[in-house]
């Protein structure tokens, strides 16, 4: 059985195209893999705190050095990396903000990217950054208004949305990832209608392979 760990990150209930395309990704994966389980993770509506000063202390020192105050600034954050680690899928859908992702997204990394609990550093070796996070798959359900984000795309060069969290993923070992894009969001109809099915399509292909 399979951990499924959706992280969602969109602010918008019901009329959130990326939240409607994760529902479809992870109801065919359930029917595909009924012994599998789903955690929800929503950092669109209950966002992370951003890292702060005490944080910073407390991903730098010792745990048994931590004052009261450095280790409150830090329980949320361990308690985000012990869940990263119990899952075996991570699930992301994030719709596109300003050619990015949102904030709340943003503040959920960099809770989980963390020295010596995903990654590590060794000085002796060219590259030094060393991923301590195996075994997992990713999958991006990304949304966005316009269209031409997508690899070989006329606006590919824009897209710091899927490609950022693709890098950031693979920087602390989650190499293994999927994407899928679902465009068009504030087009007109049949457009926005057209783009969602394929999205949706692509998705439900996902999640059964």
Not at 5 to 13: A, K, N, Q
Not at 68 to 89: G, K, R, Y
Request: hydrophobic content about 40%; some cysteine; overall charge negative.
């Amino acid at each position: 059985m399979a951990r499924i760990l959706h992280v969602s990150s969109s602010p918008r209930g019901d009329r959130s195209t990326s939240r409607k395309l994760a529902k479809e990704f992870l109801t065919t994966w359930v029917a595909e893999h009924p012994g599998d389980t789903v955690t929800d993770r929503d950092v669109g509506h209950a966002p992370p705190a951003h890292v702060t000063e005490p944080w910073v202390a407390a991903a730098y020192s010792p745990a048994d050095t931590h004052s009261p105050e450095v280790a409150a600034a830090i329980a949320e954050s361990d308690t985000l990396v012990a869940e990263l680690f119990a899952h075996d899928v991570i699930v992301v859908s994030v719709p596109m903000y300003n050619f990015g992702i949102p904030s709340t997204l943003k503040a959920y990394i960099d809770n989980i990217v963390r020295v010596n609990k995903t990654f590590a550093m060794d000085f002796t070796q060219p590259n030094p950054y060393v991923p301590l996070v195996h075994g997992k798959k990713l999958y991006v359900l990304s949304s966005s208004g316009g269209a031409g984000y997508g690899p070989g795309g006329p606006l590919a060069g824009y897209n710091h949305e899927t490609t950022y969290l693709q890098a950031i993923f693979a920087y602390i070992g989650v190499t293994d990832s999927t994407v899928v894009m679902c465009e068009n969001a504030n087009s007109p109809e049949p457009t926005k209608h057209d783009s969602f099915e394929a999205a949706k399509s692509a998705a439900h292909a996902a999640a059964a392979a």
